[in-house]
């Protein structure tokens, strides 16, 4: 006997994805999941953009990673609510982690919550987590070519972050090829070129967001 | 890693329905899998193996069919499929388009006794 199903084996995760969403609605906090590959900066840019906000708008952080606490201790260290999510051994977050860091976080007050996914350009992309944003870095010593082999990450995210610019004349990176690429696959990307370590390119990132925070 | 736990969450909606139904036995799985998915079939097939012993639906065949990557047009209706990643729409060129097949992942039915 054939049983007619047609469930989505994600759907369970978007339903917690959404309770995500409503509880931080319901406190005016925007949420950006941050995605990247291993070493493309995403500790450093998230240092660099609770520099840039300090002062104006309220942050806390949700740092995922297979093992290890050095990063939210890193946040921490700078007065930040941070809370470590490690999934050991899972090369993405799921809703429900992100789900239980947000009631074990003290939120009072907070207007912007980014989460640090695990460092994969695959898996994080097909897992919701209520976010307001996707945002995914790309460094430049990861070549211009990354969007054709890994589509999913560059169509699903709605901002990319190109890293490490201050490293373009040592490489052969194109970055004409790459914007043209992503902007095929995903027309209303916007893409800011920086380098955390000189600081160039930050502030056109920290107006956007702030303005993004605050119109939320 | 990421196949592990998905197909955890697949044999969980396999059993709620199987269970629902009053089956004895699974004997196939329907997947819908679309292209743009960054789940492989091998991989699932793998863990289903393993993780299936010793539930209803062991042993199971699993059947997937793939979807191809298509758009629709949100400007002039078009659909069309994805070539090489390009979503911009092949009649009017505009690039306000959204995906409408070719990411699914879905249990669309199973075969019980």
Redesign the interface.
């Known amino acids: 006997m054939e049983i007619e199903v047609l469930e989505g084996v994600f759907d369970a995760n978007e339903i917690i994805a959404k309770e995500n969403r409503t509880l931080l609605d319901g406190r005016g906090a925007f949420m950006v999941n941050l995605m990247a590959s291993p070493g493309a900066g995403k500790t450093s840019f998230i240092m660099r953009t609770l520099e840039g906000i300090s002062g104006e708008i309220k942050p806390a952080v949700i740092e995922g990673d297979i093992a290890g606490k050095v990063d939210s201790e890193r946040i921490a260290e700078i007065g930040v609510a941070a809370i470590q999510i490690n999934t050991g051994g899972s090369c993405h977050l799921e809703a429900r982690q992100v789900n239980t860091a947000l009631n074990h976080l003290d939120l009072d007050g907070v207007q912007l919550v980014i989460i640090e996914n695990v460092g994969n350009l695959v898996c994080p992309a097909e897992f919701k987590l209520g976010e307001d944003l996707k945002v995914m870095i790309l460094s430049v010593a990861e070549g211009h070519d990354k969007p054709l082999k890994y589509p999913l990450m560059f169509s699903e995210s709605d901002v990319l972050i190109v890293n490490k610019i201050d490293l373009i004349p040592h490489t052969d990176f194109d970055m004409a090829f790459l914007e043209d690429t992503v902007r095929k696959m995903n027309p209303s990307v916007e893409i800011f070129k920086i380098s955390c370590r000189t600081g160039v390119g930050v502030d056109a990132w920290i107006d956007w967001l702030k303005n993004r925070v605050k119109a939320s | ?2 196949e592990m ?2 197909t955890e ?2 044999l ?3 059993l709620r ?2 269970e629902s ?1 009053k ?1 004895t036995s699974v004997t196939r799985i329907n997947i819908v899998l679309g292209e ?4 492989m079939p091998e991989s699932v097939q793998f863990y289903f193996d393993i993780i299936g012993k010793d539930t209803i639906a062991e042993g199971a065949e699993l059947n997937f069919r793939r979807t191809k990557l298509a758009s629709r047009c949100k400007d002039c209706g078009k659909e069309f499929e994805v070539v ?5 729409c092949t009649k009017c060129k505009g ?3 959204e995906i409408i097949s070719g990411r ?10």
């Open positions: 890693m990421h736990s998905v969450s697949m969980g909606v396999v329905h199987a139904n089956a743009f998915s960054t789940v090489e990643y390009d979503f911009t690039e306000n388009t699914e992942f879905q249990v669309e039915s199973i075969e019980i006794d």
